[in-house]
């Protein structure tokens, strides 16, 4: 992206946030608001006030309230750093942890807080929030959250499931045998796996041991794994929405293995709720879809997949535990041979097991033509979020 790409905030808020506020876009914004205290956004020499008015959202420049509160949070972002949220080419996590929101008043955490609303009314994402609806799918019929599919059941009746929920399991996939011979795979890179050899990532358990967590590009040392990406079974399954979805075994870390040892892990070994564009890219990113080949099966004990079903194309907060009994909330123990199936915008997480640990989850996904266009080989979205911080775009990378 070029300076020239950049959006002139003042421009932005005087010309389009008016017509967005009196649109689809400020009633789904004005889902978002419960709670939140005013907040400043800052650009430069302008700022703009977002505050809650009778039920709507209202945007105004700064000072016009005659409140001496009236700034609530203070967030000042540099013209790239705009630019990249209003786009969501960054989240503010995103922003936050390059160091590119300076807050001024309040914390960094009213800017998390008013996101949702944020990316409702720059991008149209609906707020999903715990309600205690039932969810139904797109023929208004309520949808089981335990229900388990094969591969016996019919396109249309998995599409509408998938629709749904943007995360499914289907039993049996793979056969015992098909299992034990990519678990041999799986063995054999671990062994060869280093610390720092970039084709691995490592935690450290509470000895300050390294432990092996995951296997990237897995899929380019093993032929029996590169194949994956092309077998029918999952084909099927990452095309029941979209049809424009391909593999990546070159990017994106290729088709990966999670490998979830038991203990108190420091690094990235268990994952608290996320989507898989939590840090930005959204556009680029989705609606990829990830399928997990259960190699051993996964429960609890060793921290199998959650989810809030129905959340993909939204925004939904990260729940706390009270909020899972009014959320569709799905927990999915598999056994060996299923595979999950999720959407990257779907929340979930990847939970620290309770018991003995040692998930081992083989993951082959599949994306949209957007990503294929914006993040060349060897390289992931998160390389290209990182490339857009200050210091980053200072030194003429990143643009
Ligand atoms: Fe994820």
Same mark, same amino acid.
């Given at each position: ?31 978002? =608001?419960?709670?939140?205290?005013? =907040? ?22 700064? #000072? ?101 929920? #943007? ?91 999670? =490998? ?7 690094? =990235? ?22 399928? #997990? ?107």
């Amino acid at each position: 992206m070029h300076a020239a790409d950049l959006i002139d905030a003042e421009t932005y808020h005087r010309d389009i946030v008016p017509g967005l506020l009196a649109g689809e876009r400020g009633l789904l914004a004005a889902t978002g =608001l419960a709670g939140l205290r005013p =907040l400043t956004l800052v650009v430069d020499d302008a700022a703009w006030t977002y505050r809650a008015q009778d039920g709507r959202l209202r945007v105004e420049p700064r #000072g016009t309230a005659p409140d001496a509160d009236a700034d609530g949070s203070v967030c000042s972002l540099s013209p790239h750093a705009w630019t990249d949220f209003v786009t969501q080419l960054r989240t503010a996590a995103a922003l936050a942890i390059a160091g590119d929101v300076r807050v001024e008043g309040g914390s960094v955490l009213d800017l998390f807080a008013w996101e949702p609303a944020l990316r409702a009314l720059y991008q149209g994402v609906p707020v999903f929030l715990p309600t205690g609806a039932a969810l139904t799918d797109r023929h208004g019929r309520a949808v089981d959250l335990e229900r388990a599919w094969t591969l016996d059941d019919t396109d249309a009746d998995l599409a509408d499931f998938f629709d749904a929920t #943007g995360v499914m399991r289907v039993r049996g996939v793979f056969s015992a045998d098909e299992v034990a011979a990519l678990d041999a795979e799986v063995d054999r890179l671990a062994a060869e796996a280093r610390v720092g050899d970039d084709r691995s990532w490592w935690a450290q358990d509470e000895s300050g041991a390294d432990v092996l967590c995951r296997l990237v590009y897995a899929s380019e040392r093993s032929r029996m794994i590169g194949d994956l990406a092309r077998d029918p079974r999952l084909l099927r399954l990452s095309s029941l929405l979209h049809d424009d979805l391909a593999p990546s075994t070159d990017r994106m870390e290729g088709i990966g293995v999670l =490998l979830k040892p038991s203990g108190r892990l420091k690094g =990235l070994a268990n994952i608290p709720w996320h989507t898989d564009c939590g840090l930005g890219g959204h556009h680029i990113t989705c609606p990829s879809v990830a399928i #997990g080949i259960q190699l051993t099966g996964s429960s609890p004990e060793t921290g199998c997949l959650e989810a809030v079903a129905g959340t993909h194309g939204r925004t939904c907060p990260p729940p706390d535990k009270g909020d899972l009994g009014d959320l569709p909330y799905m927990l999915v123990p598999t056994d060996p041979g299923d595979v999950t199936v999720h959407i990257a915008d779907v929340l979930h997480a990847s939970p620290a097991p309770t018991g003995a640990g040692g998930r081992r989850t083989m993951y082959v996904t599949y994306h949209p033509p957007a990503l294929f266009e914006h993040v060349g080989p060897g390289l992931a979205v998160n390389d290209l979020i990182r490339s857009r911080s200050a210091e980053q775009l200072e030194a003429g990378l990143g643009r």
